[in-house]
T-cell receptor, first 114, second 118 residues
């Protein structure tokens, strides 16, 4: 079975400061990892993914994520937060042997304070 | 816009009503999904259709009935729902290669239907 943990329900950060949203995973075999963002009254929007290769993945809106196999983590980061980054962030994982099932975490609400 | 539309955006229904949710994707994808999103819970995958054939049904109660008439349209028919079924219902689509040759594919989501069962 595969699972995703987002240990923080809420993350607050001041505008201009770096932000980190944490994600750890459990999966058999090689993981495919994803970050999605959800703005109020909207569906989930794809941010970035890790498939293979470089452990640092760059995505939309200046976000990046670092894959750490030994710590089974895939934390989302941004060097300088914007108020407009305030949203609900979801981490998700798919095992390499699965064509369809994507397991999501419970989400982390990011609030960037002006 | 992600290329996936859902109607209606909001729905209030009584427990004895019958209603349907509609999803349409304009991306040329071959797989479509229904998810349930409840507050502070992980997204729950309900149904998966690949090439218009239902390939996954995650123990969803029979009061939810999906229909996929073609690769661009997906419906969720609702009847005799319970108050605990109130949630945001999300539709998604993706392009899946035969034999799971591209497990790194991402899904594209619609804006959701906010359902309230009274």
């Amino acid at each position: 079975a595969q699972s995703v943990a987002q240990p923080e329900d809420q993350v607050n950060v001041a505008e201009g400061n770096p932000l980190t949203v944490k994600c750890t995973y459990s999966v058999s075999g090689n993981p495919y990892l994803f970050w999605y963002v959800q703005y109020p009254n909207r569906g989930l929007q794809f941010l970035l993914k890790y498939i293979t290769g470089d452990n640092l993945v760059k995505g939309s809106y200046g976000f990046e994520a670092e894959f750490n196999k030994s710590q089974t983590s895939f934390h989302l980061k941004k060097p300088s937060a914007l108020v407009s980054d305030s949203a609900l962030y979801f981490c998700a994982v798919r095992a390499s042997g699965s064509a369809r099932q994507l397991t999501f975490g419970s989400g982390t609400q990011l609030t960037v304070l002006p | 816009e992600t290329g996936v539309t859902q109607t209606p955006r909001h729905l209030v229904m009584g427990m004895t009503n019958k209603k349907s949710l509609k999803c349409e994707q304009h991306l040329g994808h071959n797989a479509m999904y229904w998810y349930k999103q409840s507050a502070k819970k992980p997204l729950e995958l309900m149904f998966v259709y690949s090439l218009e054939e239902r390939v996954e049904n995650n123990s969803v109660p029979s009061r939810f009935s999906p229909e996929c008439p073609n690769s661009s349209h997906l419906f969720l028919h609702l009847h005799t729902l319970q108050p605990e079924d109130s949630a945001l219902y999300l539709c998604a689509s993706s392009q899946v290669l035969p034999g799971a040759a591209n497990p790194g594919y991402e899904q594209y989501f619609g804006p959701g239907t906010r359902l309230t069962v009274t």
